[in-house]
């Protein structure tokens, strides 16, 4: 069973920075695709940011040029630095995984892929 876990929200002023980070635990083989997404108070979660386990990156368009996603592998983290905060960045943010572990029980190895439990963001003068 793999777990992440988000950390890094907080309240912060339009214009102001925060760094978002999630880590990964648990029997890992390997973890191939991490993201962000963000959920507004009454809306959709909705996808944010991706990075493969090779560092390509892709942005939803509202956050492109503002929030930038890396990855330390040796770590099973994945980050999220948020410039330029707008009110209309304040969500829920949840990190999502997807990459193989162990088969107990049948052997080998099969995929997995998990969320974390969200971290708030609320951007406010």
């Known amino acids: 069973q793999v777990q992440l876990v988000e950390s890094g929200g907080g309240l912060v002023q339009p214009g102001g920075s925060l760094r978002l980070s999630c880590a990964a635990s648990g029997s890992i083989f390997s973890i191939n695709n991490m993201r962000w997404y963000r959920q507004a108070p009454g809306k959709q979660r909705v996808f944010i940011a991706a990075i493969t386990s090779g560092g390509s990156t892709n942005y939803e368009e509202s956050v492109k040029g503002r929030f930038t996603i890396s990855r330390d592998n040796a770590k099973n983290t994945v980050y999220l630095q948020m410039n330029s905060l707008k009110p209309e960045d304040t969500a829920v943010y949840y990190c999502?995984?997807?990459?193989?572990?162990?088969?107990?029980?049948?052997?080998?190895?099969?995929?997995?892929?998990?969320w974390g439990q969200g971290t708030q963001v609320t951007v406010s003068s």
């Open positions: 999502n995984a997807d990459g193989t572990v162990p088969d107990y029980k049948y052997g080998g190895r099969r995929t997995f892929g998990s």
